[in-house]
């Protein structure tokens, strides 16, 4: 068996192997999404919309639901073919869902995924995001084996970069005009990583 094959085999065993749907942080409950979370998310991302618009392509134009109606329609045979692994991020204390996140790049081969969140306009500044993201760091070490660990963000996107480096994540560099900004433009995106190994 050559090195190569050694390493497809190994990748096929990690995306076959059972992971956990859910875990929890202090005060969050995360948890896998399932098309049952359209409506209640929805809802929240119409709050937050106005926020989600300036860095989410999915959230432009309105409406939201179109977007997340196709979002949803996938994201359990995704979840089952360890394509994406994404979240909805619960608060304990009152039941409410405050944002979602999760692994939207995955390469299995290394393993690396790269980490996309958004949260509730409402509970900004609390704390949230930078919780569930070292979270989500601490659920790809230990049920995902990760060894690296990526966050892209427009470097105008302050305070998604303040979430990536109060979680550990080093810049690497700014990738010239390397993704579409939701009006259509090219932008510039910030490479954060975190290897776990």
Same mark, same amino acid.
């Given at each position: 068996m050559t090195s190569l094959d050694y390493q497809i085999a190994l990748s096929a065993q990690r995306k076959?192997?059972?992971?956990? +749907?859910?875990?929890? +942080?202090?005060?969050?409950?995360i948890r896998a999404? +399932?098309?049952?979370?359209?409506?209640?998310?929805?809802?929240?991302?119409?709050?937050?919309?106005?926020?989600?618009?300036?860095?989410?392509?999915?959230a432009h134009p309105s409406p939201l639901l179109t977007s997340l109606e196709k979002y949803f329609s996938s994201c359990e045979e995704k979840w089952r073919a360890r394509e994406?692994?994404?979240?909805?991020?619960?608060?304990?204390?009152?039941?409410?869902?405050?944002?979602?996140?999760?692994?939207?790049?995955?390469?299995?081969?290394?393993?690396?995924?790269?980490?996309?969140?958004?949260?509730?306009?409402?509970?900004a500044g609390q704390g949230f995001c930078t919780e569930a993201v070292n979270g989500l760091a601490h659920y790809a070490k230990t049920e995902l084996q990760a060894a690296r660990l990526e966050i892209c963000s427009d470097p105008r996107n302050t305070k998604s970069r303040a979430?990536?480096?109060?979680?550990?994540?080093?810049?690497?560099?700014?990738?010239?005009?390397?993704?579409?900004?939701?009006?259509?433009?090219?932008?510039?995106?910030?490479?954060?990583?975190?290897?776990?190994?």
């Amino acid at each position: 068996m050559t090195s190569l094959d050694y390493q497809i085999a190994l990748s096929a065993q990690r995306k076959s192997r059972e992971i956990p +749907t859910s875990f929890e +942080t202090k005060r969050l409950l995360i948890r896998a999404g +399932t098309a049952a979370d359209l409506d209640i998310t929805n809802r929240v991302a119409q709050e937050s919309a106005d926020a989600l618009r300036q860095w989410m392509p999915w959230a432009h134009p309105s409406p939201l639901l179109t977007s997340l109606e196709k979002y949803f329609s996938s994201c359990e045979e995704k979840w089952r073919a360890r394509e994406m692994l994404d979240f909805q991020w619960i608060e304990k204390t009152s039941g409410a869902l405050i944002g979602k996140g999760g692994f939207h790049h995955i390469d299995w081969m290394i393993p690396k995924f790269e980490i996309g969140y958004w949260l509730r306009t409402s509970h900004a500044g609390q704390g949230f995001c930078t919780e569930a993201v070292n979270g989500l760091a601490h659920y790809a070490k230990t049920e995902l084996q990760a060894a690296r660990l990526e966050i892209c963000s427009d470097p105008r996107n302050t305070k998604s970069r303040a979430v990536a480096e109060r979680c550990g994540f080093t810049l690497e560099g700014v990738l010239k005009q390397n993704m579409r900004a939701p009006d259509g433009s090219l932008r510039d995106s910030c490479m954060y990583a975190l290897v776990l190994n």
